[in-house]
């Protein structure tokens, strides 16, 4: 089958994954090199836009290859690290070399998703495309199918395991069960695409201080990623993602109009970023981050990615695990029960880092905290790159040194105090 041939609507799959975005597109692609019968299934027809920064950090860039896409970057942008600017100061940081090299990489997500997807089919995964699945049916405490909604008419897909990647609002999570706890700190963002003469810079950029059109500190942040010259988004042209985030609770939610602010914002970088024209394709969405759901996972069924939460409330970032998380499921098909499996591997992966990060997230959303902690922070260039690491969880269970033992230290501390930690 080629990457464009639409898989007919069958009767039955070994697994079948619903979403077809990064994770879902990744957990495909290894289960079908495992040997598996795979149906990967999605509401949209592809290539399709989705919100997000397209940023890809070295994590992400590693996971890449592992999912081996190595080569898929050649010729896309080289990310070295992160300008951040506030408080009228200027770092430039470099990703920390490590594990996972010292480069990310910027793409839109129309041309990203898409070529992860096809990688998947290439791989022996049927793609079915244009069809929602909408509910499913048990067999006592297992899914036994997924119903599916193509065309208006609705069939019913019998399956072994279910991986579900549908999103941040994973309409089929909430089916199984899956439930979304905002007490903890969650993100709303809004990008958007601007023509740059900057498009083939070398760092992200990325500020700190984020302030509306009358000057009022908001509790998020800025950014620029550069998406190369040689024609992202199929313009010919030069663009780069502008966007923004801001942090909420439920005690403290972010009521501001995300449009006006990316507006205003493209006017504050437009010199330094050699913007030309407004902002265009403007979307916004909310992220629920930090393993902040419970549901995660019945008898046979998983949720990765977006679905699960998984993304780091630092910095929105969640491409890196929707990648791990779909690699992590597939090596736990067949093995059992994942009720309890998955939840305590998600939770061995990421759950100091997540519990420590969205209480951090959770201070930050206080404006007043922010000046705080970032006027003398930013004019630390060691200062910052300790940040950066820890804001890309560019930490890694191997590491010995002294901002990693810290770092796990504060995610003990924070997960013995947290009335409900990730994953619960």
Not at 17 to 44: H, K, Q, T
Not at 174 to 187: E, F, I, M, N, S
Request: proline share 6%.
């Amino acid at each position: 089958m080629t990457s464009d041939s639409p898989a007919p609507l069958p009767s039955t799959a070994d697994v079948v994954v619903v979403g077809a975005g990064p994770g879902g597109a990744a957990a495909a692609r290894y289960a079908a090199l495992a040997g598996r019968d795979v149906l990967l299934i999605d509401m949209a027809e592809f290539p399709r836009d989705k919100t997000c920064g397209d940023g890809l950090t070295p994590r992400a860039v590693a996971e890449l290859r592992t999912l081996g896409m190595g080569d898929y970057l050649t010729g896309r942008p080289r990310i070295d690290g992160l300008e951040l600017n506030g408080w009228g100061a200027r770092q430039q940081v470099r990703w920390p070399s490590g594990t996972f090299g010292p480069h990310g990489s910027a793409v839109s997500r129309i041309e990203f998703d898409d070529a992860v997807r096809r990688h998947a089919v290439d791989a022996g995964a049927s793609m079915l495309s244009g069809a929602k699945a909408v509910d499913v049916e048990r067999d006592g405490d297992r899914v036994s199918g997924v119903v599916v909604d193509s065309g208006g008419s609705r069939r019913t897909i019998a399956l072994t395991d279910l991986i579900v990647a549908d999103g941040v609002r994973s309409p089929l999570g909430k089916v199984l069960g899956r439930q979304w706890h905002r007490d903890t700190a969650y993100g709303v963002a809004a990008r958007s695409y601007v023509k740059s003469e900057r498009a083939d810079a070398n760092w992200m950029g990325s500020h700190l201080e984020l302030r509306s059109s009358d000057g009022e500190l908001l509790p998020g942040y800025g950014w620029v990623f550069p998406l190369g010259s040689s024609g992202a988004l199929g313009t010919g042209e030069g663009l780069v993602n502008v966007g923004v985030g801001a942090l909420a609770t439920s005690k403290r939610p972010a009521h501001m109009a995300l449009r006006p602010v990316v507006d205003h914002y493209a006017d504050v970088v437009r010199a330094e970023w050699s913007l030309s024209g407004a902002p265009q394709q403007v979307t916004s969405a909310l992220l629920p981050m930090g393993g902040a759901v419970s549901g995660v996972a019945g008898r046979n069924w998983m949720l990765i990615g977006d679905a699960a939460a998984c993304v780091n409330p630092l910095n929105g970032e969640g491409i890196d695990y929707a990648l791990e998380t779909a690699r992590l499921a597939v090596e736990l098909l067949g093995v059992g029960d994942y009720s309890t499996r998955w939840p305590a591997l998600l939770t061995e992966h990421y759950g100091l880092a997540f519990s420590a990060a969205r209480r951090l997230a959770g201070l930050l959303t206080m404006p007043k905290t922010v000046p705080i902690l970032g006027r003398p922070g930013i004019r630390s260039n060691a200062l910052m790159s300790m940040v950066v690491r820890v804001m890309g969880n560019l930490i890694t269970p191997e590491d010995s040194d002294l901002v990693a033992r810290a770092w796990r230290v504060a995610g003990r501390a924070s997960v013995k105090v947290d009335t409900r930690p990730p994953f619960v």
